[in-house]
Each structure stands twice: as structure tokens, then as C-alpha cells.
């Protein structure tokens, strides 16, 4: 892949990455049973449907006092997706330049393995809500989908910005 | 014979690629606030009358008597307040009827376009899978009726007594004139509605104003529900 082509695949990871924590990503449809008509007789905003995108979701966590759950998800949703981007932006720079991208690509290479977690949240996340009894459900949004793209192309960026050992990330560098 | 030059190594690239999809992210959220932002403006109004040829769900919501009768009698021995129902006629026949849901003693009175006659002991059945049948379309306390370009509709409005039922006004309304929604009638001097409260008259006796609920059947039972509690 050449630079070019991995700056194109960079800034839709980016673009993608954006829309999957804004987008709404989950859609929960609250259902009491039988009683599901008499509910919303009497209150019909219990029956009404809430869409949550992944920072609202963060949001939510931080308003319920689950702080420590929030700035998990925050930095493993929010802020190491977007690090990642950046060391791969500045790498694909580098090797525009015909420069070794260096020891953080390395690094994010290695802590990639943690950005799978906001995955996993997810996922434990929409079971965990499916399994509420009395018909609830829970319909998943095009922003999660926005989201897992931007996790599968960054993961597809990975293997071709410093995978193999004799790419350029391998390269001994200055910094 | 030229002397070779040292070749130039290449400037590192500037350090703002690090904040580059920071940037892409917060310009995506930025356009999608935006949208959000449209998106949560008020639409334009759309037609705000009834349509020829659909079917509407119609019911009074609140119904206004003057203190006393027409000509200034009491309504009710002493000081009581009327016991008030009304009939909704279209085509000359009764449509609907709350004589079975007076309110008693009052000057306003209000109704909901939503409940079931149902006592604790049968709740419980209700409640129950027994009660499925009992969906919230039979719960609906309001005359259907379709809007025909020169159909009207007949408001008659009474105090339930024992032996025999004062009537306290009425009015016909044209269906063409109605709107979805609530519609506010007043009694003017000449015993006809009108929309212009100005226009009402306030010492006339009898039945003051009514706010007329217009809903389209055609909606689904849960918007229905919410627009007829």
C-alpha cells in the first residue's frame, strides 16, 4: 500500500471513526410484558424508545456515577481510536518523506490489542440489555456499524503501516 | 571534476498529523450537530385541516356551562352545579354519548378519549392473560365518524336530572371547518360556535364553550393513544 492509498484509508478510518461516536448506535425499546399497553396508557414515556450514540452512552455512564466504567470506555472508545490515528497519520507522512515511521507505531501496534475492548463493551452492553425480561429489546444503529468499520480498517491500516519486518515501521529511525 | 554533495536527509513531517483525525472526528460531530440541529426544527406547519374522505376519531374534551340556564333559572335545586353529558349526532343519528359518564356537579367538565369500565376485582383479569382482548383500540371513548365535504356534526349538550334531562345548548359543526387536534368552540349570542373567543356571550345561560378533539383514525394504536389521553 502505498502512501497515498494509506492516507485515503487513514482519513476514512478517521471520517468513520467520527460518525460511530456520534451516530446513534443503539436504539432501546423498553417493553413491560403484558402490560406493555397499560404501561403506556399511564406513561407513555416509560414505552418510548431512547437512542444512544457511543458518547451519549459514555455520558450516561458518567451521569449514573459509573465513573470508573465511563473513563474506561471513554479512553478505550474514544481516545486511544483517535491517538492510534494520529501515530498512523504522522507515520504515513514519514513514509511519504521516504522516513522510517518509528517506535510508536510499534507501541500503538502493541497496545492495539486493547482497542478490541470497545468492541467487547459493546457487545456485553447489547446482551446484557437483550437479556432484560418483559420484551425489551434492543436494535442496533448504523453508528455501530460506522464505528466497527473504523476499528476493522485501522486493524487493516496496522498490517500495512508496520506489520512485517521488513516494512518501513521496522526500520531503524532517529527518533 | 565536481565534488559530490552529501545527500540531504529529509525534515521530519510536522507534528499536526497527530491531531489530523482529532480533527476529521470533531469536524464529523460538527456536521452531525448541525443536521441534528435542522432536523430538530420546527417543520413546516402542515395542513391544518381535516381531510375529505378520512375517518376521524371525534369526542368533546372539555365542556363549559354558564352558572345558570338559558332565561337565568337554576340548573339544579338549591346551588348544585349541572350534572353535565353531551351527544355527538352525525347523519341525525347519536354517535356517541357520555350519559353513561356524567360529571356530576360541575361547571366544567372534562373527558379523556381513553378508559374501560373496570372495577379492582376484574383488574386483576385484566391484567392477566385473560385481559389480551381488551386492547387498547376498545378502550377508545370517541364517535368515528368520516369528513365529507358538507357533513356537519351535532353537539348537544344536557344536565342529567331524574326526570327529565334539561338541555343546555348545542351547536352544529360544519366537519369541513374542523382541525386535527383540539378545536375551541364558543357560544356566541345567537347560541352559534365560534372560534373567536371575543365573540362569546357572557351572560347568554346555558352551555358557554366545549373544546372539540379531533384525531385521525388512521394512525397507529400507539400515536392514537397518545393523542386521545
Redesign the interface.
Known amino acids: 500500500m502505498n502512501p497515498r492509498q494509506l492516507q485515503v484509508c487513514l482519513v476514512a478510518a478517521a471520517g468513520l471513526l467520527g460518525l460511530g461516536l456520534f451516530a446513534p448506535c443503539m436504539t432501546l425499546h423498553p417493553a413491560f410484558g403484558e402490560i406493555t399497553p397499560w404501561v403506556h396508557l399511564i406513561n407513555p414515556g416509560l414505552t418510548a424508545p431512547t437512542t444512544y450514540s457511543i458518547l451519549e452512552g459514555i455520558r450516561s455512564l458518567f451521569d449514573e456515577g459509573s465513573v470508573f466504567i465511563g473513563v474506561v470506555v471513554l479512553l478505550f472508545s474514544v481516545v486511544f481510536p483517535i491517538w492510534k490515528l494520529g501515530v498512523y497519520f504522522m507515520a504515513a507522512a514519514c513514509r511519504a518523506r521516504g522516513l522510517g515511521t518509528g517506535a510508536s507505531v510499534r507501541w500503538v501496534n502493541q497496545l492495539g490489542k486493547w482497542s478490541m475492548l470497545d468492541v467487547f463493551v459493546l457487545a456485553v452492553l447489547v446482551v446484557a440489555i437483550k437479556g432484560l425480561p418483559g420484551g425489551s429489546r434492543v436494535s442496533i444503529e448504523w453508528g455501530a456499524a460506522a464505528f466497527c468499520a473504523s476499528v476493522l480498517l485501522s486493524i487493516y491500516i496496522s498490517l500495512h503501516i508496520g506489520g512485517g519486518r521488513n516494512s518501513v515501521a521496522s526500520e531503524p529511525t532517529e527518533d | 571534476m565536481t565534488e559530490m554533495e552529501p545527500s540531504e536527509k529529509?525534515?521530519?513531517?510536522?507534528?499536526f498529523?497527530?491531531?489530523?483525525?482529532?480533527l476529521?472526528?470533531?469536524?464529523?460531530?460538527a456536521v452531525?450537530?448541525m443536521g441534528d440541529k435542522e432536523a430538530n426544527e420546527p417543520a413546516p406547519a402542515p395542513s391544518r385541516k381535516v381531510v375529505l374522505g378520512n375517518d376521524y376519531y371525534v369526542l368533546v374534551t372539555l365542556m363549559e356551562f354558564h352558572p345558570a340556564k338559558r332565561g337565568g333559572a337554576n340548573w339544579d335545586s338549591g346551588s348544585s352545579a349541572p350534572d353535565i353529558f353531551y351527544q355527538l349526532s352525525w347523519h341525525g343519528k347519536t354517535v356517541y354519548h357520555t350519559e353513561n359518564d356524567v360529571v356530576k356537579n360541575a361547571l366544567i367538565a372534562k373527558w379523556f378519549g381513553?378508559g374501560a369500565n373496570v372495577s379492582v376485582i376484574e383488574l386483576r383479569k385484566v391484567?392477566?392473560?385473560d385481559g389480551?382482548r381488551l386492547?387498547?383500540r376498545n378502550?377508545i371513548k370517541a364517535a368515528l365518524i368520516s369528513v365529507e365535504s358538507n357533513g356537519e356534526l351535532v353537539i348537544r349538550a344536557y344536565d342529567d336530572d331524574p326526570l327529565r334531562d334539561d338541555f343546555a345548548g348545542g351547536c352544529a359543526i360544519p366537519l369541513a371547518d374542523l382541525e386535527p387536534g383540539d378545536n375551541a368552540y364558543f357560544i356566541d349570542a345567537e347560541g352559534k360556535p365560534t372560534r373567536d373567543r371575543a365573540r362569546l356571550a357572557a351572560n347568554r345561560g346555558g352551555l358557554k364553550r366545549l373544546v372539540l378533539r379531533v384525531v385521525d383514525s388512521a394512525q397507529p394504536v400507539?400515536k392514537l393513544?397518545?393523542a386521545l389521553?
Open positions: 529529509p525534515s521530519a513531517p510536522s507534528p498529523f497527530y491531531v489530523v483525525p482529532l476529521i472526528v470533531l469536524g464529523v460531530g452531525f450537530f381513553l391484567l392477566t392473560s389480551k386492547s387498547p378502550l400507539e393513544v397518545e389521553r
